[in-house]
């Protein structure tokens, strides 16, 4: 099984800032097979990055990702009031398995 | 507009068995694969398993002996059967379209809880 770690557990930032979110994998990921996701309470998480770098439909560009191997990366350039939510990423080995999650919360 | 959405009954009692329904509505079950994904509450998403429609499935390790999922194309439709289930198992249960490398929709979740 592969283990996916991400830090920070909690992030704290005010909106216009930078967020940058890790994710540490225990043995190496082909990049096709990482994505990330966005979920706020209440809510199903909704599909943010695939393959490592590219945005989903309908995703705003200030959400990137990159990464290879063991180490990838979400950032989202400049947060908007709506970014404040929990991310989780997430691979494919030969099953699925997610992070613990980043929470992203108002400084 | 690709619609999933889970029924089923929200409380078990241990020991018997989860059963949840997904139906699906603006694709059609035979065009993708699958998926169950649980998250208990305040915990990180887990994957279950998923379905191809000609009845592949393929099941994370840690329940493989407990789920059984099956897909009904008449109906549109695909389901989870949890056997066993104890307190550990209370989580919201989310049905989701799977490409074989993400999850690209989602019910909007089921809150199935354990307990006598």
């Known amino acids: 099984e592969i283990v996916l770690t991400q830090s920070p557990g909690t992030l704290s930032l005010s909106p216009g800032e930078r967020a940058t979110l890790s994710c540490r994998a225990s043995?190496?990921?082909?990049?096709?097979?990482l994505a990330w996701y966005q979920q706020k309470p209440g809510q199903a998480p909704r599909l943010l990055i695939y393959?490592?770098?590219n945005r989903a439909t309908g995703i705003p560009e200030r959400f990137s990702g990159s990464g290879s191997g063991t180490d990838f990366t979400l950032t989202i350039s400049r947060l908007e009031p709506e970014d404040f939510a929990v991310y989780y990423c997430q691979q494919y080995g030969s099953f699925y398995t997610f992070g613990q999650g980043t929470k992203v919360e108002i400084k | 507009q690709v619609q999933l959405q889970e029924s089923g009954p929200g409380l078990v009692k241990p020991s018997e068995t989860l059963s949840l329904t997904c139906t699906v509505s603006?694709?059609?079950?035979?065009?993708?694969?699958w998926t169950w994904i649980r998250q208990p509450p305040g915990k990180t998403l887990e994957w279950i398993g998923y379905i191809h429609y000609s009845g592949s499935t393929n099941y994370n390790p840690s329940c493989k002996s407990r789920v059984t999922i099956s897909v009904d194309t008449s109906k549109n439709q695909f389901s989870l059967r949890l056997s066993s289930v104890t307190a550990a198992d209370t989580a919201v249960y989310y049905c989701a379209r799977d490409d074989g490398i993400k999850f690209d929709y989602w019910g909007q979740g089921s809150l199935v809880t354990v307990s006598s």
């Open positions: 043995r190496s990921v082909g990049s096709a097979f």
């Open positions: 603006g694709d059609l079950i035979s065009n993708h694969y």
């Open positions: 393959g490592a770098s």
